[in-house]
């Protein structure tokens, strides 16, 4: 299994700026595939970003061109940089990492991966 610990967040005005951090350890390396996710109240959890193993990113349209994902192998943390956040932001963002052969499965972080605790941003306008 692998463990992971979310630290940052927070409240900002719109336009502002955050990043979040997810520290690995446990089975995790750098051949995992990591997703950032983000959740409201009484709506259905919200995929945001992928990063593979080879360092591809993608992301929800709504978040392109102002979140970067990114990861340090060295220190087994990942990055979830958000500029110019809008209040519609805000959630609870987790991070999730599993082998990427799971990269596609509605089991991802829970094969042999594991979930971050949660963190809330909470953008005001």
């Known amino acids: 299994q692998v463990q992971l610990v979310q630290s940052g967040g927070g409240s900002v005005q719109a336009g502002g700026s955050l990043r979040l951090s997810c520290a690995a350890s446990?089975?995790?390396?750098?051949?995992?595939?990591v997703k950032w996710f983000r959740q409201v109240p009484d709506k259905e959890r919200e995929w945001v970003a992928t990063i593979n193993k080879d360092g591809i990113k993608t992301y929800v349209d709504s978040v392109k061109g102002r979140f970067t994902v990114s990861r340090d192998n060295a220190k087994d943390t990942l990055y979830l940089e958000m500029n110019d956040l809008k209040p519609e932001d805000t959630a609870v963002y987790y991070c999730?990492?599993?082998?990427?052969?799971?990269?596609?499965?509605?089991?991802?972080?829970?094969?042999?991966?594991?979930w971050g605790q949660g963190t809330q941003v909470t953008v005001s306008s």
């Open positions: 999730a990492a599993d082998r990427c052969v799971y990269l596609r499965s509605v089991n991802f972080g829970i094969m042999g991966g594991g």
């Open positions: 446990g089975h995790y390396d750098s051949t995992y595939c």
